[in-house]
């Protein structure tokens, strides 16, 4: 494997996870091997805080001088909580036996949510292994005090100031949706704001100080989202903010003064402070290049507990990722960290943007990363067409070694989001949910017809992915065996009903909304399964997988290659004991990829 490669891999990455009133970053950094966190202070000067064996992540406790530490072991996700006292800094970083538990249980789930004065919440599932809980944990005392435990997938809540009441946001009876739940626990009864069965999204949820009103990331009777206000009490909304042809999210300062706004512009985000209440445009936020802020694949901002500082999160195609500090008062904006240093002198590629025609009319976006070299001494340049997971996720302009790998090696890269795609719509990613999976893999023939157009060689073309592009990665050597040379398939599903049996029970309800349900939707499922139509792969196939996965079972992977290799079709599978849904460990990362990278060399590298 070329060194610049493995210097890709190399590359530091920066995630704020909080910032204090004195301007102090908890940062994560994976500069050890696996993200591990560290605090930057107001002259730059980094501590480094954990050595734990596996990635973890954090948050200040308010009004004290100590950070809530999330953690799990080996890539399961079974998140435990304890806390690390910073009035003293180590001088040294901090193993798990150094820390002090808080929440700890690795039979179960323990996800932190949120933080206040004297208190943290968090959502578990340790009552029936399958419904997550709201749980708010006193500080002082050490008692918990429920405010949610009527069933349901918590994927975020908002407590209000005195912690005797949340907002919870719900899975939805549809596929990216969410409901909105007033919960106050002691035997109150939870009063539903938005119907469980909206098709839409209710996202990042926020209390304004006063406790009446919301703000809310929503695309309820649109397709993009925008940010509003919801009036608890009336239940009357009022939008703030909006960006017609794009989604829009924000992020509400404590104080209710500030409304840190993100335009998403086909993966590129653009930052904007607006008046908390009214959602007045005040300034824009300079960002240091094309680039992207938040989830996917990086955490959302944060502010600090006076609303005077927000951390944010960047990265771009030529910046692993760094941590920017905003000063909301003067809308400065500065970047105190530096991920990029390792790789001065090499030439990183940026990508360009395109709509790629499919065949029923609709249009693909797609980036493409070019080779500077245009092509091999062997011919056109070979491609590979590299697929997001979710599906309800986005391809955006961040920093992706394997991409910059693969073009460095000569590869054009094709990075697309098929329908099934969040950043363009509610129609889009609705555009491939149960019975209409297949078009999403449709789109990957539509990518391959428009090769020749960019004097590509369509006779070695491979597909890597993971997670659901996992899926898509097989799907396409299945359903599509004359089009693909070769596939990477990471921590993919190779059947949709195995997948469905297998997968943890949290997770079962949520998957079958965008996939279709056992119950019903069993014979579709099993059709468009690539381990139904294992016969029909002939592409060489390269597997990773992580054996603690508990999203998709490493079974996923085990008997798909089982198959394929009763077949003689040439098949590796690399299997890592101490990951889980994907690889946090930079050894791991280092040791499969470049293993994969040599394996496409291999199968695309030889003349057509």
């Known amino acids: 494997m070329p060194n610049e ?90 193993g798990l036996g150094e820390l002090t538990p808080m929440v700890g249980d690795p039979s179960f789930f323990h996800n932190l949510l949120d933080v206040g004065p004297g208190w943290v919440a968090y959502a578990t599932n340790r009552r029936n292994s399958v419904d997550f809980d709201l749980v708010v944990r006193d500080l002082a005392s050490g008692s918990e005090r429920i405010l949610h435990d009527q069933g349901g997938a918590i994927e975020e809540a908002a407590v209000g100031s005195a912690a005797r009441s949340a907002v ?101 985000c653009e930052l904007a402070l607006h008046d908390g209440r009214t959602g007045a445009h005040l300034r824009g936020l300079p960002l240091p290049d094309q680039g992207w802020v938040g989830p996917p694949g990086t955490p959302d901002p944060v502010w600090s507990p006076s609303s005077e500082f927000v951390a944010i999160s960047f990265t771009s195609p030529v910046t692993p990722g760094d941590i920017l500090l905003v000063e909301a008062g003067s809308g400065s904006v500065r970047t105190i960290t530096d991920s990029g240093a390792v790789l001065d002198g090499l030439e990183l590629v940026q990508p360009t943007s395109h709509l790629v025609p499919a065949a029923d009319g609709e249009s693909i976006p797609c980036f493409l990363y070019r080779p500077r070299t245009g092509g091999r001494e062997d011919g056109p340049a070979t491609a590979v067409v590299h697929i997001h997971g979710g599906p309800e996720s986005q391809a955006v302009r961040n920093f992706n070694p394997v991409v910059q790998g693969l073009v460095s090696a000569g590869h054009a890269v094709l990075v697309p989001n098929v329908r099934g795609s969040t950043g363009y719509g509610k129609r889009w990613y609705s555009a491939d949910d149960v019975g209409l999976r297949m078009n999403a893999v449709d789109d990957l023939a539509a990518l391959h017809r428009w090769l020749p157009q960019l004097g590509l060689d369509g006779d070695r073309v491979a597909l890597w992915g993971g997670s659901y592009g996992g899926y898509m990665v097989l799907a396409g050597l299945a359903f599509q065996p004359e089009l693909w040379a070769a596939g990477v398939d990471i921590v993919g599903i190779s059947s949709l009903v195995t997948f469905l049996e297998n997968t943890s029970a949290y997770r079962r309800a949520q998957r079958e909304h965008e996939y279709g349900s056992l119950a019903d939707d069993r014979e579709l499922l099993t059709s468009i399964s690539p381990l139904s139509r294992v016969a029909e792969i ?52 280092l040791d499969a990829y470049s293993r994969a990278l040599d394996f496409l060399e291999a199968h695309l590298g030889k003349p057509a």
Request: negative net charge; proline residues 6%; aromatic residues 4%.
């Open 5 to 94: 490669i493995r210097r890709l891999l190399r590359a530091p990455v920066w995630r704020a996870f909080d910032v204090d009133d004195q301007g102090r970053v908890l940062a994560g950094t994976d500069e050890s091997g696996t993200i591990q966190l560290a605090e930057i202070d107001t002259q730059g000067v980094i501590t480094p805080l954990t050595a734990l064996a596996g990635a973890c992540s954090g948050r200040y406790l308010v009004g004290q001088r100590a950070i809530v530490v999330q953690h799990d072991q080996a890539g399961d996700e079974r998140q435990q909580l304890s806390v690390l006292d910073l009035k003293r800094l180590p001088t040294v970083p901090l």
């Open 168 to 268: 919870v946001a719900l899975s939805g009876l549809q596929a990216m949706a969410q409901q909105l739940v007033l919960v106050a626990g002691d035997s109150e009864p939870a009063i539903a704001l938005t119907g469980r069965d909206e098709p839409a999204q209710h996202n990042r949820p926020a209390w304004y100080p006063d406790g009446r009103f919301l703000m809310v990331t929503t695309d309820r009777d649109r397709d993009h989202t925008v940010l509003a206000r919801l009036d608890v009490e009336s239940r009357s909304w009022t939008e703030l903010v909006s960006c017609p042809g794009h989604d829009v999210t924000g992020w509400l300062s404590p104080d209710g003064r500030w409304l840190l706004a993100m335009t998403n512009q086909d993966g590129v």
């Open 538 to 589: 002939e592409a060489p196939l390269f597997v990773i997988h992580g054996a603690n996965d508990p999203r998709v079972p490493l079974t996923e992977a085990e008997q798909l290659v089982a198959a394929l290799r009763t077949r003689g079709v040439p098949c590796e599978l690399l299997v890592f004991p101490d990951e889980g849904h994907g690889l946090a460990k930079r050894a791991n990362r």
